[in-house]
């Protein structure tokens, strides 16, 4: 194996030695080609100038001779146009590649001036009909300027000729040179890549079996909580599915129980999260035990799911019982809470069954923890989701019927139009009450990253017909930005999809749940590494706001409007808008006041110095979006 390895390593160096040739030899026949090439050009090019000097100069003097005999103010004119010309083309001749054409044409550009300024002192003695002195104007200074003008631009374009030909000689001698060498270089490099290609080719058929190995693992990988060992939220997603596609095609019995270790955050506290993490490994090896392993998946926290196919409600009951016991047994303290819930042939609504599953554990909790609840037990009182709720969220994500607005941001500070935040409604067939209900809902199913999707979809659709120079606010759950289905790769190219440049996109986070604050301070930092800008939602009306300010890197703070309600007439409010406003410009971030519906409102907002501004009295959501080119025409009255 590493004889094989070593050989193939030797093979691959070979290939790439060979391919660095090539590249090289090609870069080097470009490169020499290339110099020579822009030789000849510029001495070519020089040579036309001059002889376009030389022309021009000619056309100059000719003028003059026809003034003298004849003056007239056409004459004159053309005599200006032609000693302008010449002047423009000596000028050009100062900004040429070698320092020595600069500087032999800085002298002809000064001589020609001299020239100029005794034509116009002959021109105006002919004016004043002083033909005598316009006579000793001509033979004594114009005339020694042209022949001297003259004979170094004739000395110069013939030097440039002559480059000129050596350059071209050069250059066809070198192709020459080069198309040899190129047979002979190539044909020997082929040889020897036919020889490592068979080399490479013996090891692909080796490799080709290892990689197919690595990526079975990798995909086990993937699917694996690192911690337990056992499945995790991704792996139990995809187990749900298939689980419930073959209860329905075979009739048969499902079940989900639902577990977590009781007061695991007080014995995380007081013992440590190295113990903690003992724990639940120790209630992963019981999982496995219990002969659950397979269909045992930790879902988040100590939060773990148990999918039981094939299985009676009775038979469900004895084999969690049985896991329960032996935890009390095992773990010497710590006990757990287990609900569970039946899905049966001719209703396996997976959704459904989660949201009973987790009903009856927060109902094992309520009767004194270390217990089993069964659905069944609470089937009466329980409150769960309206099963009609639930099929409404499914068809809006399928159908994906949404409404957007747009409503304004402006730039208190400068009374211009900042940016338009969009906000998406679910359409009224679905019942729902708006789209607060709508995520509700999906959270509670633990799917508001697939409702996400779809709204950051329909307003980047709109969004190409903004106005150009103002920024796109869409708000996205910290949750959202934690799954597959949303990462930086997929942002990215719905953004660019849509003609807009990521540093145009501000994703607004709420700040209501952390969640996981490293894993979201790592997302934030690769969507800003890409162009993305980061806002805070909401902040102020929790203390998740706070955390959440001091550690993730934001471009935009948005201050609920409770805190601007409540700064009006509270001390203890407006020491904490002012905390916010100080904290922000410590990571320089630009400070928004949301819900500003009057101007008392307002002018609080500017003696307190906040930048940006959004509410009805600036401006309600729209879904008509505005056309007018001009920021002065979108300006609210209370801007103005």
């Given at each position: 194996m590493k004889r094989t390895y070593l050989v193939s390593r030797l093979a691959s160096l070979g290939v790439a030695t060979i391919l660095l040739i090539l590249i090289g030899f090609s870069i080097w026949s470009v490169v020499t080609i290339g110099q020579y090439v822009n030789r000849a050009s510029e001495s070519i090019a020089l040579n036309d100038q001059y002889q376009q000097a030389r022309y021009a100069l000619v056309k100059e003097t000719s003028i003059e001779l026809a003034y003298f005999s004849e003056p007239s103010a056409s004459l004159r004119a053309t005599h200006f146009t032609t000693a302008t010309t010449l002047n423009n083309i000596l000028h050009t001749l100062t900004r040429a590649t070698d320092p020595r054409d600069r500087q032999f044409a800085s002298t002809l550009l000064a001589e020609h001036l001299l020239y100029q300024s005794a034509t116009i002192a002959m021109f105006a003695a002919i004016d004043t009909h002083n033909m005598p002195q316009a006579k000793i104007i001509r033979d004594t200074r114009i005339?020694?300027?042209?022949?001297?003008?003259?004979?170094?631009?004739?000395?110069?374009?013939?030097?440039?000729?002559?480059?000129a030909f050596q350059n071209l000689a050069a250059l066809n001698h070198t192709q020459n040179m080069i198309f040899l060498t190129t047979i002979c270089v190539f044909a020997g490099c082929l040889i020897l890549l036919a020889v490592f290609w068979r080399i490479l080719h013996t090891y692909q058929l080796h490799l080709k079996k290892i990689t197919q190995d690595e990526l079975t693992r990798?995909?086990?990988?993937?699917?694996?909580?690192?911690?337990?060992?056992?499945?995790?939220?991704?792996?139990?997603?995809?187990?749900?599915?298939?689980?419930?596609?073959?209860?329905?095609?075979?009739?048969?019995?499902?079940?989900?129980?639902?577990?977590?270790?009781d007061q695991f955050k007080i014995v995380n506290d007081e013992q440590g999260h190295l113990y903690g993490d003992h724990l639940l490994a120790e209630l992963a090896n019981l999982l496995r035990?219990?002969?659950?392993?397979?269909?045992?998946?930790?879902?988040?926290?100590?939060?773990?799911a148990v999918i039981l196919p094939h299985i009676t409600l009775n038979d469900a009951l004895t084999t969690l019982e049985h896991l329960r016991q032996e935890v009390n047994h095992r773990l010497l303290g710590?006990?757990?809470?287990?609900?569970?819930?039946?899905?049966?042939?001719?209703?396996?609504?997976?959704?459904?069954?989660?949201?009973?599953?987790?009903a009856a554990l927060a109902e094992a909790k309520r009767r004194g923890r270390n217990t089993i609840v069964p659905f069944d037990d609470i089937r009466e009182s329980a409150v769960l989701l309206p099963p009609t709720k639930i099929h409404a969220l499914k068809r809006l994500l399928a159908e994906r019927k949404l409404t957007i607005a747009f409503q304004p941001i402006w730039?208190?500070?400068?009374?211009?139009?900042?940016?338009?935040?969009?906000?998406?409604?679910?359409?009224?067939e679905y019942g729902f009450s708006g789209p607060q209900e709508a995520f509700e809902i999906a959270e509670k199913l633990g799917i508001a990253y697939e409702l996400d999707y779809i709204c950051l979809q329909a307003i980047l659709e709109r969004a190409a017909a903004l106005p150009a120079d103002v920024l796109l606010f869409v708000n996205l759950s910290p949750q959202t930005l934690d799954h597959d289905l949303m990462t930086e790769a997929v942002l990215l190219e719905a953004t660019l999809a849509a003609h807009l440049a990521p540093d145009h996109v501000v994703l607004e986070l709420t700040e209501?749940?952390?969640?996981?604050?490293?894993?979201?301070?790592?997302?934030?930092?690769?969507?800003?590494?890409?162009?993305?800008?980061?806002?805070?939602?909401?902040t102020g009306i929790g203390n998740a706001g706070l955390e959440m300010l001091r550690h993730v890197p934001v471009d935009f703070v948005k201050i609920d409007r409770s805190v601007v309600v409540n700064s009006l007439v509270e001390q203890a409010?407006?020491?904490?808008?002012?905390?916010?406003?100080?904290?922000?410009r410590e990571m320089n971030a630009y400070v928004i006041a949301e819900g500003i519906e009057d101007k008392e409102m307002l002018d609080f907002v500017q003696r307190m110095h906040v930048q940006g501004v959004q509410g009805y009295l600036l401006g309600r959501p729209s879904e008509t979006i505005p056309t007018l080119t001009h920021q002065q025409d979108l300006r609210p009255l209370a801007l103005t």
């Open positions: 005339k020694p300027l042209f022949t001297r003008l003259q004979g170094l631009i004739d000395s110069a374009a013939g030097t440039e000729r002559r480059e990798l995909t086990r990988m993937a699917l694996t909580d690192t911690l337990t060992g056992l499945g995790n939220h991704q792996a139990y997603q995809e187990a749900m599915q298939q689980i419930g596609q073959q209860a329905q095609n075979h009739a048969d019995m499902v079940g989900l129980a639902i577990l977590d270790i035990k219990a002969h659950l392993f397979q269909d045992a998946y930790r879902l988040e926290g100590d939060r773990f710590p006990t757990v809470s287990i609900g569970v819930a039946l899905a049966s042939p001719d209703n396996t609504d997976l959704a459904e069954m989660q949201e009973q599953a987790s730039d208190i500070e400068k009374g211009v139009l900042l940016a338009f935040e969009a906000l998406t409604r679910p359409a009224l209501r749940t952390i969640g996981r604050l490293p894993v979201l301070i790592s997302k934030v930092k690769q969507l800003r590494s890409l162009g993305f800008r980061i806002a805070l939602d909401d409010s407006r020491s904490v808008m002012m905390g916010i406003q100080t904290i922000a």
